[in-house]
C-alpha cells in the first residue's frame, strides 16, 4: 500500500489528450482556444452586466449570473492544462492535481444540473403566478435555491473524488482522456470497482433525474397556463422567456445523459472525449450567447455599458 501511495504521488498520470500534432488537430486546437476565449470572455461580460446594471438585479439573472460563474470555474479547470499539456509536449498531471481536477469537473457539473433545473421552478413561478412572484421568489429563496445547487454538487464532487483517488493504481498511467475523468480514471484502477461503479451511477442518477424531473414537472404546468392564455401576444412572450433556458437544458443534459447514462457496452470512448469537449467547453461558450443575444435586457445593458465607456473616453 504504501509503495502505491509513493508511487501515485510521485508519477500521477499520462493525460493521452484529444489532439495529435498533425495539421488538422493544430487547426481544431487553435479552434478549441478561440472558444475557450469566448466562452471567458462572455461569462465575465455576463457577470459584470448583471452585477452592475440595476435593471438585471432580478432572480432570473441571479441565477444566471451563477450559471455563468460555474461555466467559467469550468473552462479554467479543463482547458488551461491541456493547452499547457498540447503546447509543451509533456502529458503529465500529478496525482494531487488528477484528483483536484476531479473535485472541481464533478462538483460544478453537479451544481449547474441543479441549477438549471431549479431555474424551471423559477419559470413556471413567473409564467403561471405572476402576481405572488415577488414573494415566492425573494431573495431569500433565490439564494438558498443557489445555495444548494452549490453545496450537493461540491458533496457529489468530493464523494467521487476521494472515492477514486483511494483506489489503488498499480498498472497502466496512462489516461485515455484529455483530463481526469472518473470513468476514464476507473479503467487504471488495480482493484474491484464494481462498488464503486455502483456509487458513481447512483450519484449521476441522483444529480441528472432530481434536476430533470423537476424540469419536466415546471414545464409541463407551464404548458398548461400558456394554453390557457387567451391573448396570442401573451403566449409568445411566455414561451420567449423559456426558449433559453430550454435551449440551455437541452445542451447540457443531452450531453451529461450520452456520457453518464449509456450502458458500458454500447460506449466508444473517442466518443466519449468529444462529447466531453461539447459541455466542458462549447456549452460554456455558448451559454452567455444564449441568453445575452436572444434577451433584450441583457442587450439593453450591454449597450448602456458601452455608451458609458464611449463617454468616459470622450472626457
Known amino acids: 500500500m504504501g509503495m502505491w501511495l509513493n508511487q501515485s504521488s510521485i508519477d500521477g498520470f499520462i493525460l493521452l489528450g484529444i489532439f495529435s500534432h498533425s495539421q488538422t488537430d493544430l487547426v481544431l486546437f487553435s479552434a478549441v482556444m478561440m472558444v475557450f476565449m469566448v466562452a471567458l470572455c462572455g461569462n465575465v461580460l455576463l457577470i459584470s452586466l448583471i452585477y452592475i446594471d440595476p435593471r438585471l438585479h432580478t432572480p432570473m439573472y441571479f441565477f444566471l449570473s451563477q450559471l455563468s460563474l460555474m461555466d467559467l470555474m469550468l473552462v479554467c479547470n479543463i482547458v ?25 469537473f464533478v462538483s460544478l457539473v453537479g451544481s449547474e444540473g441543479l441549477l438549471l433545473g431549479l431555474m424551471a421552478y423559477d419559470r413556471y413561478v413567473a409564467i403561471s403566478h ?21 453545496v450537493f454538487g461540491i458533496l457529489d464532487g468530493m464523494i467521487q473524488m476521494v472515492a477514486a483517488m483511494s483506489l489503488p493504481y498499480c498498472g497502466s498511467r496512462i489516461l485515455d482522456h484529455f483530463f481526469c475523468e472518473v470513468t476514464a480514471l476507473l479503467k487504471l484502477a488495480c482493484a474491484n470497482t464494481s462498488l464503486f461503479d455502483t456509487l458513481l451511477f447512483a450519484c449521476c442518477v441522483f444529480m441528472l433525474f432530481l434536476p430533470f424531473s423537476i424540469i419536466v414537472a415546471s414545464y409541463a404546468r407551464i404548458l398548461g397556463a400558456v394554453l390557457h392564455m387567451r391573448s396570442v401576444q401573451a403566449r409568445k412572450k411566455a414561451l420567449a422567456t423559456c426558449s433559453s433556458h430550454l435551449t440551455a437544458v437541452s445542451l447540457f443534459y443531452g450531453a451529461a445523459m450520452f456520457i453518464y447514462l449509456r450502458p458500458r ?47 468616459d473616453s470622450q472626457h
Open 80 to 104: 488551461p492544462k491541456m493547452a499547457v499539456n498540447f503546447l509543451s509536449g509533456r502529458k503529465s498531471i500529478s496525482f494531487v492535481g488528477c484528483g483536484i481536477q476531479i473535485g472541481f
Open 130 to 150: 405572476p402576481l405572488h412572484y415577488p414573494v415566492l421568489m425573494s431573495q431569500r429563496v433565490c439564494l438558498q435555491i443557489a445555495g444548494s445547487s452549490w
Open 265 to 311: 457496452r454500447h460506449r466508444v470512448h473517442s466518443h466519449d472525449k468529444v462529447v466531453s469537449m461539447f459541455y466542458t467547453v462549447l456549452t460554456p461558450m455558448l451559454n452567455p450567447l444564449i441568453y445575452s443575444l436572444r434577451n433584450r435586457e441583457v442587450i439593453g445593458a450591454l449597450r448602456k455599458g458601452l455608451g458609458h465607456c464611449r463617454i
